[in-house]
């Protein structure tokens, strides 16, 4: 069965840095592409960036300078680092396979 | 970056009604489409991929279509389970993007 589940911190403080970990089960990462995508409170879903299956990576735009994402193939995870936080970065954070199989997201609030 | 603009952004309708919301593509995507429909305090759901393909366990009542860069979802007969916001997504270069989203409401 596949599973993907974020794991991270709650709360982080104004211009610190978010660091998520998305944990996958019932597939390889070297066979499929795990994409993140955020959801503020309320508001509509935003595509952050994929982590391809070959190793290579794609961002949106507006995020390009403040995230990063990586991965360890041998522990099955996906990382998100993204740095600079402000309070718009509050928002429900998803990974995702395929746009089939979704984790349960992760809220992350920003505030000192 | 590809823009997708997303109509309308809320949309109330009674149990029965056929229903559409459309998304435009600012640029060639081809059938990169996929449509989600998302339930408050849920992870969005995967509707329809290739812009005209049901996904697993979709109801038959759904059904999404292409004209030129215009791409709809339809509901042929709403029912109270289909209460939520329904997203577009298009998938063919990065970064992918998503349309802002249609709130589909009981009249």
């Known amino acids: 069965e596949v599973q993907l589940k974020e794991s991270g911190p709650g709360l982080v403080q104004p211009s610190q840095t978010l660091s998520l970990t998305c944990t996958v089960s019932?597939?390889?990462?070297?066979?499929?592409?795990v994409h993140w995508v955020r959801q503020p409170p309320g508001k509509g879903l935003e595509w952050m960036g994929v982590?391809?299956?070959?190793?290579?990576?794609a961002y949106n735009s507006a995020l390009k300078s403040r995230l990063s994402i990586s991965r360890d193939t041998s522990k099955s995870q996906v990382f998100l680092k993204m740095n600079s936080l402000q309070t718009e970065d509050t928002a429900i954070y998803y990974c995702?396979?395929?746009?089939?199989?979704w984790g349960q997201g992760v809220m992350v609030t920003v505030s000192s | 970056d590809i823009q997708m603009t997303q109509s309308p952004s809320s949309l109330p309708a009674s149990l029965g009604d056929r229903v559409t919301i459309t998304c435009r593509a600012s640029q060639d995507i081809g059938n990169y489409l996929r449509w989600f429909q998302q339930k408050p305090g849920k992870s969005p759901r995967l509707m329809i991929y290739g812009a005209t393909n049901l996904a697993a366990g979709v109801p038959s009542r759904f059904s999404g279509s292409r004209s030129g860069s215009d791409y709809s979802l339809t509901i042929s007969s709403l029912e109270s389970e289909d209460m939520a916001d329904y997203y577009c997504l298009q998938s063919k270069e990065s970064p992918n993007t998503f349309g802002a989203g249609t709130k589909l409401e009981l009249k």
């Open positions: 019932g597939f390889s990462l070297t066979d499929y592409s």
């Open positions: 982590m391809w299956s070959g190793g290579s990576t």
């Open positions: 995702t396979r395929d746009s089939l199989h």
